[in-house]
Antibody, heavy 117, light 107 residues
């Protein structure tokens, strides 16, 4: 079955760019008409949907983050990516990637990212 | 944005109890709603999709109902592993939004 795994730095300095990778195994990100999502969870704001990317490259971002978010994908590596610029402590959270169609399932295990100098 | 108001935020119950969690959308979302279970330190897992469809592999004691703006998740007989946190989420329109969660605790 499809599995997702997040990777990237666990510590990012304020004002820098948070960059995460989601590696998908057990199925191609170009098949099935799925969206590929990033979702984050912080103690202060609960679960927050960040955005979706379709295999065509079409993207949909949360307006609250839109000016700072870029999602992309590499179909040859079966990976998709999240870049979040100008981070502050408020961006500290567990970041999840997920497959989405009618909701999100499955999810990756999550990666804790802390923004601190 | 569509606001998802989940209630209660926490509840205390005993093994074998029947519990109901409610989620209200700020505008109609048809049946574009899922229920998720999150165990400590783990990612959420979907229990119910399209408001009332049980995800494969999920025990039949879980059920969902509702359409439009009012939705419920019912656990017919609480088991020890069910004392965790539950979330609703809508995917009817962007941005997708989540309820604030319901923590089910042992009485």
């Amino acid at each position: 079955q499809v599995q997702l795994q997040e990777s990237g730095p666990g510590l990012v300095k304020p004002s820098q760019t948070l960059s995460l990778t989601c590696t998908v195994s057990g199925g191609s990100i170009t098949r099935g008409g799925y969206y590929w999502s990033w979702i984050r969870q912080s103690s202060g704001k609960g679960l927050e949907w960040i955005g979706n990317i379709f295999y065509s490259g079409a993207t949909y971002y949360n307006p609250s983050l839109k000016s700072r978010v870029t999602m992309s994908l590499d179909t040859s590596k079966n990976q998709f990516f999240l870049n979040l610029t100008s981070v502050t402590a408020a961006d500290s959270a567990v970041y999840y990637c997920a497959r989405a169609l009618g909701g999100a399932r499955p999810w990756g295990q999550g990666i804790l990212v802390t923004v601190s100098s | 944005d569509i606001q998802m108001t989940q209630s209660p935020s926490s509840l205390s119950a005993s093994v074998g109890d029947r519990v109901t969690i409610t989620c209200r959308a700020s505008q109609g979302i048809r049946n574009d709603l899922g229920w998720y279970q999150q165990k400590p330190g783990k990612a959420p897992e979907r229990l119910i999709y399209a408001a009332s469809n049980l995800q494969s592999g999920v025990p039949s004691r879980f059920s969902g109902s509702g359409s439009g703006t009012e939705f419920t998740l019912t656990i017919s007989s609480l088991q020890p592993e069910d004392f965790v946190t539950y979330y609703c989420a809508q995917h009817n329109s962007y941005p997708w939004t989540f309820g604030q969660g319901t923590k089910v605790e042992i009485k």
